[in-house]
């Protein structure tokens, strides 16, 4: 059983940053990845960006350049730092773990 809580949400302008950060308690062996899913409002739940056991990490084509992924297996953490924020960006980020596990999810609103 693995559950996740995201934080760091929240209202930004356009053009600036926001750190998402996930909280992963439980067992995560096993776990090929971690990442960071989002829905926009009326759209489906689309990936943003996964990060591999071993640091190997894979990004949306529309968040590349913009946003890095980054984990800490220490402290069991899985951060998205998310830069040059659009309003096209907005969206409540979810955090997973496999894409089994989900946490609750975290409002991003990107005003113009």
């Known amino acids: 059983q693995v559950q996740l809580v995201e934080s760091g949400g929240g209202l930004v302008q356009a053009g600036g940053s926001l750190r998402l950060s996930c909280a992963v308690y439980?067992?995560?062996?096993?776990?090929?990845?971690l990442g960071w899913y989002r829905r926009a409002p009326g759209k489906q739940r689309e990936l943003v960006a996964t990060?591999?056991?071993?640091?190997?990490?894979n990004y949306a084509d529309s968040v590349k350049g913009r946003f890095t992924i980054s984990r800490d297996n220490a402290k069991n953490m899985v951060y998205l730092q998310m830069n040059s924020l659009k309003p096209e960006d907005t969206a409540v980020y979810y955090c997973?773990?496999?894409?089994?596990?989900w946490g609750q999810g975290t409002q991003v609103t990107v005003s113009s």
């Open positions: 439980g067992s995560s062996l096993g776990i090929a990845f």
């Open positions: 997973t773990a496999g894409g089994i596990w």
């Open positions: 990060i591999l056991t071993g640091g190997r990490t």
